[in-house]
């Protein structure tokens, strides 16, 4: 894990829609290798606070050490934490609201290479927990859940055309015996597609239906909408919420959240995208989406 970088995606692009300020409190929810973080802690320096969560315990252990490195421990905390929770989150750090938050949402390519049945090339357990508290793996959907509910995650979660196709070979496949490794489940789907590749840019058979195994487990959607919901009581006039994207679902939620709220001011009225430069250089942002508004408090 320590060999693995996670490079950050838009960092640029987001830290200055957050416009960071010294003597302010900021949130990063999504604290993963600490890209943001570290970045929020120089600029709102000498006295800026930064309050970083992650529900990988992993991730969680991996900041704070890095965050110990390089800046006073007065400055920031570190929770093992749902953004869904973001509010208590707050409360717990000793505050009530704050002036910016980002969530860079998803996974880090630590996780993505730790083993933990995200990537299709893993040959250990299909777990795609992020949180390692939580109850459903990969493993229960696609081995215990009924052929309809199965086609529903992958066409719902992961645009999956194929959706009904893969989760009529899925069932067929797990009469002979159960799918174990993350490997064999991704041999299975393309199997099942054959050469057809998913969608104009080539990606692997198994992409989508691997994020929306992954979105499922992760219960992603639902906690994306929780934090949405919470963030009129925790934000100070002005405060920026900062949110990255990457697949369309996603980004669909946080659209029409600001879109339907008069409380915020749309910063960006079209997503900001990846430049041709960074996608070059870092291809897994290519699908990124980032939306910013501020938070009008109309008392
Ligand atoms: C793309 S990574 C963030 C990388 C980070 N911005 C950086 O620069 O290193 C996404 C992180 O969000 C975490 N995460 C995903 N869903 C979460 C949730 N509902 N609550 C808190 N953290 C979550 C993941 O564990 C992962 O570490």
Known sequence: MDNIE?????????????????SSIYVDGTAGAGGFSEVILKLSAPDGVLIALDSDENAVNYVKLKLEKKFEKKRFKVFH???????????DAG??????????????SIQLESG????????????????TDGKTTAFDIV??????????ILWNYGDERFSRKIAKKIIEYRKK?????????????????????????????ATRSFLALRIAVNNEYE?????????KNILN?????????????????????????????????KPLVPSFEEIKANPRSRSAKLRAASFICQK
């Open 6 to 22: 996670h490079i950050p995606v838009m960092l640029k692009e987001s830290i200055e829609l957050l416009n960071i300020k010294q």
């Open 81 to 91: 934490s749902n953004f869904s929770d973001v509010d208590s989150v707050i409360r």
């Open 95 to 108: 505050f009530e609201k704050v002036d910016g938050i980002v969530l860079d949402l998803g996974i880090s």
């Open 116 to 131: 933990r049945g995200f990537s299709f090339k893993d040959e250990g357990y299909l777990d795609m927990r992020i949180n």
């Open 143 to 152: 081995n215990y859940y009924r052929e309809e509910e199965i086609s529903d």
């Open 177 to 205: 015996k159960l799918i174990e490794t993350p490997l064999e489940l991704s041999k299975l789907i393309k199997n099942s597609i054959g050469c057809r590749q998913n969608g104009r840019n080539k990606i692997d058979p």
């Open 223 to 231: 906690y994306l909408m929780r934090f949405l919901d919470k963030l």
């Open 237 to 269: 006039h002005g405060a920026v919420v900062c949110i990255l994207a990457f697949h369309s679902g996603e980004d669909r939620l946080v659209k029409n959240f600001f879109k339907n709220n008069k409380d915020f001011h749309i910063m960006t009225k």
